[in-house]
């Protein structure tokens, strides 16, 4: 591997020295360094921020979501959909088992 330039991130301390974050992958040598400020990194949005900001438009919007009741009520809606489903394919499959020769 014939590498020629390498950009490392490293953190300049208060004597001049500098701290990589990795070991360079360039053959030992005489080097031009160029030191450049990096970009202040800002925090990080994790998703609990992003989730929050659009709760925050939402509601700036009059768009007030459901309540945990109505979020409830239709869990238990689908629930008893499903069970009633289950209990028609359970009767089908004893009503075919019973015919089969």
Do not use: Y
Not at 2 to 17: F, M, Q, W, Y
Not at 29 to 37: A, D, E, K, N, Q
Not at 80 to 95: F, G, M, P, S
């Amino acid at each position: 591997m014939n590498v020629a330039e390498e950009t490392i991130d490293a953190t300049l301390d208060s004597d001049g020295r500098l701290r990589l974050t990795h070991q360079p992958r360039l053959p030992p040598g005489p080097v031009r360094v160029t030191i450049r400020v990096a970009a202040t990194a800002e925090p990080r949005r994790g998703l609990a921020d992003v989730i929050r900001e659009l709760a925050a438009e939402q509601h700036s919007r009059g768009c007030l979501g459901r309540s945990a009741e109505d979020l409830r009520a239709e869990e238990d809606e689908r629930l008893a959909e499903d069970a009633d489903r289950d209990r028609e394919l359970d009767a089908a499959r004893r009503e075919a088992s019973t015919r089969e020769p």
